[in-house]
C-alpha cells in the first residue's frame, strides 16, 4: 500500500529519536513508539475491509500522532526539534493527504459522495 510506504517514512525518520528519549520520558516514549505500530494497524485494517469507516479510525490514529509529535516538541519539553518536528509534520502531512484522497475514494465507491 502506498500510503503505507509514506507513513514508513515517517517511522524511519522519528523512530530513532524516539528510542534515544531519556527513560524520564519513557511513559510518552512507549505510548509515541504503541501509536506508531497501531497506525499500520489501522492503515491494514481499512484496506483489507473497505469500510470508510476504518479509514477515518486511521485518519485519527494520524491526528493521535501529530499531537504526541506536538507535546514532544513544545518548549517545555524539547523531546524534538523545532526543525526536528517541521520533518516529521511534512511526513505525516504527506501520508495524511493520501488518506484523505483514500477517503474520498472509498465514500464514493459506497456511494456517499
Not at 3 to 12: E, I, K, P, W
Not at 18 to 26: A, D, K, S, W
Not at 80 to 104: D, I, N, P
Amino acid at each position: 500500500m502506498a500510503v503505507v510506504q509514506r507513513f514508513d517514512g515517517f517511522v524511519n525518520y522519528l523512530y530513532p529519536m524516539l528510542t534515544n528519549t531519556h527513560r524520564v520520558h519513557r511513559v510518552l516514549r512507549d505510548t509515541a513508539i504503541a501509536a506508531v505500530f497501531e497506525q499500520y494497524r489501522l492503515f491494514h485494517a481499512a484496506g483489507k475491509s473497505n469500510q470508510i469507516s476504518r479509514v477515518y479510525e486511521a485518519d485519527a490514529g494520524l491526528a493521535f500522532l501529530k499531537e504526541l509529535l506536538r507535546f514532544m516538541a513544545s518548549p517545555e519539553r524539547k523531546l524534538v526539534s523545532r526543525r526536528q518536528y517541521e520533518v516529521a509534520s511534512v511526513h505525516l502531512a504527506e501520508t495524511g493527504a493520501m488518506l484523505g484522497a483514500w477517503a474520498k475514494t472509498a465514500q464514493k465507491r459506497q456511494g456517499g459522495g
